[in-house]
């Protein structure tokens, strides 16, 4: 089968398309042929260990797993023996979480992992860029234990992570204020924000809202900046950043005036969250929002594209030409 490889860890160019053996699936496990992929923050992290300390989970020298890719959907093509759940051609999406192996026309995931049936009316490409984003959205809403009536603030909105999260804390009950870039004012409203902020327009600490929960979703503000905007006992959500660790970590043994820092690390991706994921998808309350599609050939052009930190929603990889419904 055609995969995407690499052999050492470093810029985009280190990604290249080779014939290797199609996997073969254990007994509990499933191999999907894979219709439609994405290229992630995650995948782009891992690919050029950045952090540094990615190295102790995939490799110190080089990278244990050649093919990168989590995020995929596609069509069950063969079942291992104690598989129960995935039949021969079921349509399928999901993450291979920690595994890796999605950049390829095929990989195996094991029943158990974040995998799920397709809802009938979704496209491969649509489905692929459903569970990175919203999963790590829900990781930190949770941690904060959103709910009904509380005031969430996402920065960042237009991103991967930032799509999702308005998503879901509207799914939560919350009332969602948004900011993002004026040319993705329309389209975060669209996934129901309202109020959305420009930021290029307005600094939103300046106009003496107080939130439950600031979610920086782009890691492109601070706990510093958006403290005064928070109410007493609020709670900031960020998604990147030393300092962020270093002040959550401190949170978790010391208060830090009536505020806190929380940080959903590492992040945890269940088969629950991907049947929730569908479950919202049917209901018509969820949509993964795609900036561009690559032909998987163009791998190294998508992930160029996703490290410029500046797409909006996701980009997906199709494979062999992708397919609609
Ligand atoms: N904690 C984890 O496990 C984990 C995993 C993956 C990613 N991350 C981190 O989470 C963050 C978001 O990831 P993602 O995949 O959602 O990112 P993404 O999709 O690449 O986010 C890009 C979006 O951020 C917006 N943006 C850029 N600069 C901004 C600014 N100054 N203010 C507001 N918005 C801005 C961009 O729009 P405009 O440029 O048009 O404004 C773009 O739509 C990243 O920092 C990433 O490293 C964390």
């Not at 985009?12 to 999907?32: G, H, I, M």
């Not at 960020?238 to 270093?246: E, F, H, I, K, R």
Request: aromatic share 8%; charged share 25%.
């Amino acid at each position: 089968m055609r995969a995407v490889v690499h052999d050492r860890y470093g810029p985009p160019d280190v990604l290249r398309l080779e014939e290797v053996e199609r996997p073969v699936p254990k007994d509990d496990e499933v191999l999907v042929k894979i219709h439609a992929t994405t290229v992630n923050r995650t995948d782009c992290g891992f690919r050029a260990a950045k952090p540094f300390i990615i190295r102790f989970f995939t490799g110190l020298r080089r990278p244990k797993w050649r093919i990168p890719g989590s995020e995929f959907a596609g069509e069950v093509e063969a079942v291992g023996a104690a598989v129960s759940e995935f039949a021969v051609g079921d349509r399928v999406f999901g993450a291979n979480v920690g595994r890796f192996g999605a950049h390829a026309e095929f990989v195996c995931v094991r029943e158990t992992a974040p995998l799920a049936k397709m809802p009938s009316d979704v496209t491969f490409e649509e489905a692929a860029a459903v569970c990175d984003g919203a999963i790590l959205a829900l990781n930190c809403l949770r941690l904060a234990d959103i709910r009904s009536g509380q005031r969430l603030l996402v920065y960042g909105a237009s991103g991967s992570i930032g799509t999702a999260a308005v998503q879901l804390g509207k799914h939560l009950g919350a009332d969602v204020t948004a900011v993002c870039n004026t040319k993705n004012l329309e389209l975060v409203r669209s996934l129901g924000a309202d109020p959305v902020i420009d930021y290029l327009q307005e600094d939103f600490t300046k106009s003496g809202e107080r939130y439950d929960v600031i979610f920086d979703a782009a890691g492109k503000t601070s706990f510093a900046h958006c403290r005064r905007s928070l109410v007493k006992g609020g709670i900031y959500l960020p998604t990147d950043g030393w300092w962020n660790l270093m002040l959550a970590l401190l949170a978790r043994r010391i208060r830090i005036g009536d505020k806190r820092v929380l940080m959903a690390i590492p992040p945890r991706y269940g088969k629950a969250d991907v049947l929730l994921l569908k479950r919202l998808l049917e209901a018509g309350s969820y949509r993964a929002v795609i900036d561009r599609s690559y032909p998987l050939e163009q791998v190294v052009e998508a992930s160029r594209y996703v490290e410029t930190g500046q797409k909006t929603g996701n980009v997906v990889l199709t494979v062999n030409g992708g397919r609609a419904r």
